[in-house]
Nanobody, 124 residues
Framework: QVQLVESGGGLVQAGGSLRLSCAASGRTFSSYAMGWFRQAPGKEREFVTLISWSGGITHYADSVKGRFTISRDKAKNTVSLQMNDLKPEDTAVYYC?????????????????WGQGTQVTVSS
């Protein structure tokens, strides 16, 4: 079993920054790929970014490329999402997810474990 707990969400003005963290426990953290997804009201959950189990591969949605950075700290069992130059359209609940099969995919259905989510609100 894997437990994921997100933190770091909040309210920020457009152009500001936030750093989200996802703390993992329960199984060997280094064994799985990690992803961040988000869901805005009335919309489907969408891919934001992922990082491979080794940390050597990352991938970003076009909408966040150049503004968001994913990283992982295996010693601390955490994955972080640094979000800069935030825009109102980034407003959503952000979820981290773990893929024990290490597919490093953008498909949320391939992730077996999810956190409870953290709200990010960007005001204009």
């Amino acid at each position: 079993q894997v437990q994921l707990v997100e933190s770091g969400g909040g309210l920020v003005q457009a152009g500001g920054s936030l750093r989200l963290s996802c703390a993992a426990s329960g199984r060997t953290f280094s064994s799985y790929a990690m992803g961040w997804f988000r869901q805005a009201p009335g919309k489907e959950r969408e891919f934001v970014t992922l990082i491979s189990w080794s940390g050597g591969i990352t991938h970003y949605a076009d909408s966040v490329k150049g503004r968001f950075t994913i990283s992982r700290d295996k010693a601390k069992n955490t994955v972080s999402l640094q979000m800069n130059d935030l825009k109102p359209e980034d407003t959503a609940v952000y979820y981290c997810a773990a893929d024990l099969l290490r597919k490093a995919t953008m498909d949320p259905h391939e992730y077996q474990y999810w956190g409870q989510g953290t709200q990010v609100t960007v005001s204009s």
